[in-house]
């Protein structure tokens, strides 16, 4: 995380990313060393006429310092090659001499242990002191093709071509390895940067310079830890809103920390990640394969913004076209059956027992294609062509139909199979005619929906201000006094009382009548069904008298009685703040099961009713909600307003931590609470409950 308290924007970084001068301090001419091998990577720079000096004390035949180097040219980038101890003094050294920026190679900080992290300390304090901006440390460096700047140890880095890629990567490896297989997919690279521990430059940082390089077409953001989650979300949303992101977060399986509400233990570190990221407009992607085919298409082609595109496939072999089919409708994307008059003229083109309503298999391609394409592309009800074929040269010139068939409107997805360099030639033709183009079904579905959550992205309006929402809200909550807090939102609950004793338990018994439910009620106890303080179903005194009992047998000193719920579909609907991220909220299937099932969709708050409505549709178990074997059916409007409000709450009142409302039930009469959990930021329960 940077250290300085500015944010950084684009000329930030102009000494970092595109240097007049580099001096590569504890350079070597030991082939082994690194300083040697640093030196070899950036001979490219100084042919194509940038500035290197190779400074080393101990050797005559270089500059004995960075200050000594400056006095024969400009040097803006120290790049350091000598140990942890040795860093902070290096840097600050370089700094003094006129350099802006500098790459720190070496490990041995903070990722090692204290005795490390007093190093970055230390260069933390330069940092602060003198300005200079900072990679590093414990990074293998960064890529710059364009200005032929390989700022790097690792081998084979200089072959990476230029192009319209950039990689943002916390790891050094991870951004190599990125680089090569986005080379080896046809793409080149406008800037490819390994964070390492992050003491100064981090990504945020660079995304703002990548949002005012007209060199890059979109970015391949490599995401490890969040250290201030609102200025990442910024920086990606400022980004995305000019080029397309593309974000790989790792940490799938990492449950987090056990939190005291379910909705804490729901939120967990790769969940949430990923979610403030899409919200923030980037395109997820799930691991790195799946990241190079969604950020190479991307950056050559973009649908126009919509919430629900549809997809033509078309194949040229019936079994890759299943797969093709069949990982597209796994995506939730949408493969309308082509209109009648789309039919009727690929009926003129393909054999008649070929399959033509969507997907269109063509058989063996031939000189038709084009005009399959072209006919498929008309079709209303088609906003991106998803295509698959094998390299048959003698049947089709696979680039030719393609060019007679393209749109600017209809973006085209192709997998083109087979090996050898006329097949790499045949791809990148495609690429430079604005073509994604892919290796293997997988692929092509990968690309295609990369496409689709971008024009979704960028169809869903902006969050706007909320509505009221109480305000000075403190201390621990009951459920009672959480379920008042709820009916000023708006939020529906069940009939009930809270008793102070036995005898007025009797009496709201009296009142509201069986069925009831009869619980504990402390606002400490979180977890009531755990303790044994929920019963439920009660429908007589004497039932009533027992449950009593077995709650002061827990010890039970306050009671709730609430009339019984209608049957329903339970769900979970919760607001915490995050230390990362702050403010979100989770909705999922809920209930008991809640943590089991972790079926959730998660949003940063204050959101949009739009932004709130989409969640539903990402759950797993989203059919129960459309009146399932007979069930209610979920008003989406509803919910929404429920999910804005505790977002709007928790954002207003600065001493809450969380709020749930577990579980919230879809009835036949619609949403009602039927518990609810408020747990503050400080215990102050000299505060008045609001």
Known sequence: MSTTTATAVSGDLKALFAPRGIAVVGASRHPHKLGATLARSLSGFAAAGGRLALVNGRDDTMYASVAQATADGPVDLAMLCVPAPACADALAAAAAAGARAAVIHAG?????????????????????ETGIRVLGPNTSGFLAPHAGLTATFVPGAAQVRPGKVAVVAASGGVNHALAFLLAEAGHGISLAVGMGNAVDVDAPDVLDHLAD????????????????????????????????VVALVVGR??????????????????????????????????????LVDAVGALSVTRLSPQASAGVGVVTAQAGPGLLLLDDLRGRRARTPELSAATRDT????????????????????????????????????????????????????????????RTAEVPMVLGLAGTGEEVAR?????????????????????????????????????????GEVPGGVTGPHDEHQAKELLGRLGVATMPHRACPDRAAARAAFAELGGPVAVKLLDAEVLHKTELGGVHLDIA???????????????????????????????????????????????????????????????RLAPLSLAQAASMPAELAGRALLAGWRGGPALDVDELSRIVVA???????????????????????????ALDAVIIPREADDAQPHL
């Open 108 to 128: 041995g900080f903070a990722e090692t242990g204290e005795a490390g992290a007093d190093h970055q300390r230390r260069l933390a304090d330069v940092v602060a």
């Open 253 to 290: 399986n990492d449950v987090g920390a056990f939190a005291a509400s379910h909705t804490g233990a729901l939120a967990t570190s790769w969940r949430l990640t990923r979610a403030a990221l899409a919200q923030a407009g980037a395109v997820l992607a799930g691991d790195e394969r799946e």
């Open 346 to 405: 690929l009926t003129e083109l393909l054999p008649p027992l070929t399959y033509q309503r969507n997907p269109v298999d063509t058989g063996r391609p031939g000189p038709e294609l084009g005009r399959i394409f072209a006919a498929v592309a008309a079709d209303p009800g088609v906003d991106v062509i998803a295509a698959y074929t094998l390299h048959e040269p003698d049947a089709v010139d696979i680039v030719a139909a393609v060019r007679q068939s």
């Open 646 to 672: 505790l977002g709007d709450l928790l954002t207003a009142n600065p001493l809450l931590d969380e709020i749930e409302v577990n579980p919230l039930r879809l009835t036949a009469d619609g949403l009602v």
């Open 540 to 602: 007589g005194p004497d039932e009533l008298e027992a449950a009593l009992d077995r709650l002061d047998a827990v010890g039970a000193r306050r009671y709730l009685i609430e009339k019984m719920a209608p049957p329903g579909v339970d769900l979970i609907v919760g607001a915490r703040r995050d230390p990362v991220f702050g403010p979100v909220v989770l909705i999922g299937l809920g209930g008991t099961v809640a943590e089991a099932l972790a079926d959730v969709a998660i």
């Open 213 to 244: 390089d007209p060199a890059t077409g979109a970015v391949a953001l490599h995401i490890e830890s969040v250290t201030d989650g609102p200025r990442l979300v910024a920086a990606v949303r400022r980004l995305a809103s000019r080029r397309p």
């Open 426 to 466: 045949q791809r990148q033709a495609l690429l430079e005619a604005g073509i994604a183009v892919a290796a293997e079904p997988r692929g092509v579905a990968a690309a295609t929906a990369a496409l689709l959550a971008d024009a979704r992205a960028r169809a869903v309006p902006p969050s706007s201000p909320g």
